[in-house]
């Protein structure tokens, strides 16, 4: 068992948050840098702007292409970030005897943004470039669709890069404020976790960040959920081989008390070869290639969401049978050997994952920049284990509702195409 008490913490003084997990058995050590600030803050007009931050903190003052990422690949190690909703994060990993350098390399980039206005020229081009390749993806256009559906007003259902329109008119001095409110020191957790000494760990992490300005912890627009979209499906015409589906409704968010059952029932419908609609709609009905839930968060609302994809002639079919056996959900329950397989593969996925330092320190990075108690690996476990199979059946009974789903549809299908819109509480066909 993962043990919590190998992670040390402390607060500086400007705000930022700092932890150093050891682990023992690795000979590399994983540097995870995290922001409290993510796209679900932005206003309309400038929609892309942290994602648009979040790559230029790789452009180096020298203007020599890659300088950064080069220069940890040269430490024998390697380098990557990402922007969520909540969230934008980097995250490098290293040979252990190298870390201190990397992580000098890492507060360069986060405190000392370069944004000349060339590589902002560039680098917007490159982002344009992101944004069309999205648009070429129709699981991609399925999943926007969704997301607006469900937050037709609030940042959280935009797409995290922005608009072309967006991106192509943000400026110099807007990404320069993002830059410096993302990573003040209220809105910083710094993770580090590996083949490293945790109190000299912590001196260090605090030798980087201590000094940043401690800046306002930043606030997300309040969500209205009678906002929604009252368009229960969207058909979206692509050139594409297969019809892409995205099925999804809210959950109770963070602090309910039935979050980690109705996680649970994710894994019960969608997690895994033995998942509900796996054997569903691949192994007995041959649908689909693949298939998959999970539950996912933005402030104080959850999304469990299922995405699959198959014949365009087969879609009605595929819907009808995801959406039958959410009704069964309802009325007839998950069975145990359901329950307990789900139970077994999450708090193994746990334990498996959790094995490599790059994932224990975005664990903790995460947990104290979204949880308001932050739960240590071994703490969340002990949660899964105590829920019943009862508790499950409870959870997802309050939670699905007939009117429960918004569902999108992206690839060659007419937009006269039949497709059920609710759960159908009279039985699985």
């Not at 309040?222 to 589906?245: M, P």
């Not at 968010?253 to 998942?275: I, M, P, Q, T």
């Not at 790059?358 to 949880?371: I, P």
């Not at 499950?392 to 999108?408: E, S």
Request: proline fraction near 5%; hydrophobic fraction near 45%.
């Amino acid at each position: 068992m993962i043990a919590a008490s190998m992670a040390v913490q402390r607060a500086l003084p400007n705000g930022a948050h700092l932890i150093a997990t050891a682990v023992p058995h690795t000979a590399a050590v994983s540097l995870h840098v995290a922001s409290r600030i993510g796209s679900g803050s932005e206003p309309g007009e400038l929609s892309g702007v942290t994602h648009f931050v979040e790559h230029m903190l790789f452009r180096n003052r020298s203007h020599e292409p890659g300088a950064f990422a080069c220069a940890i690949e040269r430490l024998g190690g390697q380098i990557n970030a990402a922007t969520e909703p909540e969230l934008t994060v980097v995250g490098a990993k290293v040979p252990a005897e190298a870390w201190p350098d990397a992580l000098r390399i890492v507060a360069q980039m986060v405190h000392e943004p370069a944004m000349d206005p060339e590589d902002i020229e560039k680098e917007r081009t490159v982002i344009l470039d992101e944004l069309a390749l999205l648009d070429d993806l129709p699981e991609e256009s399925a999943r926007r669709a969704v997301l607006a559906a469900l937050w037709p007003k609030h940042p959280f259902g935009r797409e995290v890069a922005g608009t072309t329109a967006t991106v192509s008119s943000l400026t110099r001095d807007a990404l320069l404020q993002r830059a410096a409110a993302m990573f003040a020191g209220r809105n910083t957790i710094v993770s580090v976790a590996g083949a490293l000494d945790p109190a000299m760990a912590l001196d260090l992490l605090a030798d980087a960040f201590g000094t940043a300005p401690a800046g306002s912890r930043e606030l997300y627009p309040e969500v209205h959920t009678n906002g929604q979209s009252a368009d229960r499906i969207q058909i979206i015409r692509r050139e594409a081989e297969q019809a892409y589906f995205s099925i999804a409704g809210f959950t109770p968010g963070r602090s309910s008390r039935d979050r980690y059952a109705l996680e649970l029932l994710g894994a019960v419908l969608g997690a895994g070869f033995g998942a509900r609609l796996v054997l569903e709609l691949r192994e007995r009905h041959g649908l689909a290639y693949d298939i998959g839930a999970d539950v996912g968060y933005c402030g104080d609302q959850g999304v469990l969401a299922i995405d699959g994809a198959t014949d365009p002639d087969l879609l009605t079919k595929a819907i009808t049978i995801v959406l039958g056996e959410l009704s069964g959900v309802i009325e007839r329950g998950v069975t145990v050997e359901e329950f307990e397989r789900a139970q077994a593969y999450a708090i193994g996925g746990m334990v498996r994952s959790l094995e490599d330092s790059a994932v224990l320190a975005a664990w903790y990075a995460r947990e104290h920049a979204l949880e308001s108690t932050p739960l240590a690996p071994d703490a969340l476990i002990r949660r899964f284990r105590g829920l019943t199979h009862d508790d499950v059946n409870a959870a997802a009974r309050a939670c699905l509702v007939p009117d429960w789903p918004v569902i999108a549809v992206a690839g060659p299908v007419d937009a006269s195409v039949e497709i059920p819109t609710a759960l159908m509480l009279t039985g699985v066909g």
